[in-house]
């Protein structure tokens, strides 16, 4: 056993690195530097520096625009991305759409959708959860109800849409049938966000950002040509994406990045005549997270090895989403807890708080929804305990 | 990036399970507690001839030159089904002791029947202050003619009572904390000057009190430099309790979720409540992420750096007593009424890992020594 990387390895990650510190703008380095929030044209500007340096979509195959890395590459390139805090691109064309177009999609399809995803030229968002359809996403009740002419007409109401104000498509699962179990009943849309009958209402985190929308429906014309695959057979092509590059959701470089920045500003920061970081209550709490984010780490390593070989993802590779947030989150009242008093203010002007404290707050609310997106935690729980520890079900 | 095991490894983790499962499932540990040895001496000669003792020693000391990652596969293996052979205490402390501090010649004449499973080492490193800091220690060694006599009190000696060498710590010089001055001597139990006072413990081992009053003890390698060589060994104990620990935290959660299968109230298995399924799955993340940090620790175990070693191996143990003591006492409140009786083996998982976590560094002392790596304050 080894857990090292190999010289190639190491160099891949070298050139990487440097290439980076070329690469982002100034104006966004600076940024990256104290994690403030990017606006939605900075991080299309960094789409497509990387889109122009054929780095966007590291985990597409060759033949349709990828770079053709194995798996330790592309997580050596993303650990290496939020080690720098670049802005995080956009994953509903890049991580989810786009391969769904690629496994499941028509020749037409991937033709017409795939290259400007890859350009950022289309910008996408996800229309799966409705105010009634959370974490029992099979009950939705957007309809697509088909015409004579083979077309759909979409009705209905879908939220935590984030970011569709600034989308340009948006993936939608609606029902196309009412008379059968829930989930034989979903198909899969791609539809144009400037389709009549859209309605687009952006709303506030708690993180006083407006990632979030509400997205209404109503009597929107969606072409037969948008369909994904064969009718009512959504639900299957919706779950065959989760599972894809699990080594990735940890985030081990985002906690890795707060830790540091919270130790950077302990060191600074002066409690009775000396800097919090030689504080041993203190220090020995911040070294127990670190610890932690260490055994993710390997963890993260373990489930990668396994994947470079090929198999299919094992046991630990399950637990990398559930634990990786909690400590996003663990990581991220660290730091709050080291700003102390600044840690109380809320988007004043500059020079109020030191630069590197500015965005805590905002993240500090903001990664509560890391635990709850993507499949809550619970429900994580739920398919651990049934599918890998075989829990008998109710 | 690799965590295959290799053909070798593989076979000889499947040969060590097997034997765990066949030939000492927990019910040997529940007799042989009730002895005065604890073990079987033919057990351990057994595990002599398949080359298990010796796996991570040299060939010329009578091993079979591999790493400590063999030796802590075997742990690993040896704690699903806790068996008694007291492998960490005689091979791992008192073999790599000696390995470490005795001339290499003075090694090579020594270690052989150790690794045959002919003989029982115990390292006396421990006393009544400093939590087993190696140099923390009162003992006194002071030459006599060609030879040096011992007086001091050492404690808790892990398998001490049924060995036949002592490897004691002692000053030849210096006070107590100083860095240097700490010398290892090899001691007879048997020899005059000697007190050996057998001490049951809660896991079912044995230990000893072991008095020294100008007991005669040879000095293995240089005098004065023996608390580097400590720290080291008792960093393999460490590595080596992360990798038995990470074998108890699988037979507990294996052992919890059969439970679960199995018992009914209210009509149903209790493996449907989603409250306990949820808490049987934190046992399951609990136990492959200090599964994970284990296996660092194996690696990082032999690393000839020392800053490297003890990173891996502080991380490893103190997820250790953050993740092993979770999963115990949950798994025992998952097993309800039955998990606190003597009778269900639950409680000899809890037991055994109490004495892992508490064993070469507790949480407060590993989570200080990680935070006081040079590498905890780099790149600032």
């Known amino acids: ?394 | 990036m690799d965590f295959e095991l290799s053909d070798d490894q593989r076979l000889l983790v499947r040969t060590v399970a097997d034997f765990c499962k066949k030939e000492s499932p927990v019910t040997r540990l529940r007799q042989l507690r009730e002895t005065e040895l604890g073990w079987e001496p033919r057990t351990l000669a057994q595990m002599g001839e398949l080359g298990w003792l010796g796996v991570m020693f040299p060939e010329e000391y009578g091993g079979l030159g591999g790493s400590f990652t063999d030796t802590a596969l075997i742990l690993e293996q040896l704690g699903m089904t806790l068996v008694p052979e007291p492998y960490l205490a005689s091979i791992v402390l008192g073999g790599l002791a000696v390995r470490f501090a005795a001339a290499p010649e003075r090694a090579a004449e020594l270690l052989p029947p150790l690794l045959a499973g002919e003989e029982v080492w115990a390292l006396a490193y421990a006393e009544a202050q400093g939590r087993g800091a190696p140099s923390d220690i009162e003992t006194r060694a002071t030459q006599r003619g060609d030879g040096y006599r011992l007086t001091g009190e050492k404690r808790w000696v892990l398998a001490g009572h049924g060995a036949s060498r002592l490897i004691v710590s002692a000053r030849t010089a210096g006070d107590p904390r100083d860095a240097s001055g700490v010398s290892l001597f090899l001691v007879d139990p048997k020899a005059p000057g000697v007190t050996v006072t057998r001490v049951d413990c809660m896991d079912g081992h044995k230990a000893a009190m072991v008095s020294l009053a100008d007991a005669p003890g040879e000095l293995l390698g240089e005098a004065g430099a023996a608390a580097p060589i400590l720290t080291r060994v008792l960093d393999y104990g460490a590595a080596a309790a992360c990798a038995e620990g990470s074998g108890i935290m699988q037979a507990v959660l294996a052992m919890t979720r059969d439970y679960l299968c199995d018992r009914a109230q209210f009509g149903v298995k209790i493996g449907t409540f989603q409250a306990l399924q949820h808490r049987a799955v934190d046992l399951f993340v609990e136990t492959e992420l200090a599964k994970s940090s284990a296996i660092a620790a194996m690696i990082a175990a032999d690393d000839e750096r020392p800053e490297e070693r003890m990173r891996a191996v502080s991380a490893a143990k103190c997820q250790l007593t953050l993740s092993g003591g979770f999963v115990v006492r949950q798994g025992t409140q998952l097993h309800g009424g039955i998990g606190v009786t003597d009778e269900h083996d639950i409680g000899l998982y809890f037991k055994r890992m109490h004495s892992l976590v508490t064993l070469f560094g507790d949480e407060t002392f590993h989570t200080q020594r990680f935070a006081s790596l040079p590498s905890f304050t780099a790149h600032l």
Not at chain 1, 26 to 34: D, M, V
Not at chain 1, 42 to 56: D, F, N, R, Y
Not at chain 1, 75 to 97: D, H, K
Request: negative net charge; contains cysteine.
């Open chain 1, 1 to 394: 056993m080894d857990m090292s990387f190999s010289p190639e390895q190491e160099a891949f990650r070298a050139e990487v690195r440097s290439w980076l510190r070329e690469a982002l703008p100034p104006e966004l380095a600076i940024k990256a530097e104290h994690d403030a929030a990017f606006s939605h044209e900075e991080v299309m500007t960094w789409h497509q520096i990387l889109a122009a340096k054929g780095w966007v979509a590291p985990h597409w195959p060759k033949e349709h625009g990828g770079p053709g890395w194995d798996a330790t590459q592309r997580y050596i390139f993303s650990q290496e991305l939020e080690l720098m805090g670049t802005p995080q691109l956009s994953p509903f064309g890049l991580a989810m759409v786009g391969p769904l177009i690629m496994q499941f999609g028509s020749a037409e399809q991937q033709q017409r959708f795939l290259p400007k995803i890859l350009s950022g030229e289309e910008v996408w968002c996800q229309g799966y959860s409705e105010p009634g359809a959370g974490s029992d996403l099979a009950s939705l009740t957007t309809r697509a109800d088909k015409q004579a002419d083979g077309d759909y007409l979409l009705t209905g109401q879908k939220t935590w849409t984030t970011y569709a104000q600034y989308a340009d498509w948006i993936f939608v699962l609606a029902r196309t049938n009412q008379d059968v179990k829930q989930q034989a009943g979903i198909s899969f849309f791609l539809v144009d966000m400037k389709t009549p009958g859209i309605t687009v209402k952006p709303f506030l985190t708690t993180g006083g950002t407006p990632a979030f929308c509400e997205t209404w429906f109503d009597a929107v014309r969606v072409p037969k040509e948008n369909l994904i695959g064969q009718e009512n057979m959504g639900w299957t092509y919706a779950k065959a994406l989760l599972g894809h590059e699990r080594t990735l959701v940890a985030g081990v470089g985002i906690s890795a990045r707060t830790l540091l920045r919270a130790k950077r500003l302990a060191a600074e920061i002066q409690v009775n005549g000396a800097p919090l970081l030689e504080d041993p209550a203190f220090r020995a709490k911040l070294a127990k997270t670190e610890i932690k984010l260490e055994a993710l780490r390997v963890t993260v390593l373990r489930a990668l090895a396994s994947a470079q070989l090929g198999h299919a993802p094992g046991a630990e590779s399950s637990i990398l989403k559930l634990r990786g947030t909690e400590l996003q989150q663990e990581s991220i009242d660290l730091l709050m807890e080291v700003i102390g008093h600044d840690g109380l203010s809320w988007f004043n002007a500059e020079g109020v708080v030191p630069p590197r404290a500015e965005s805590a707050p905002s993240i500090f609310n903001y990664v509560r929804a890391a635990t709850i997106y993507a499949g809550s935690n619970e429900i994580q729980k739920n398919i651990i305990a049934k599918l890998i520890l075989g829990l008998p079900s109710a």
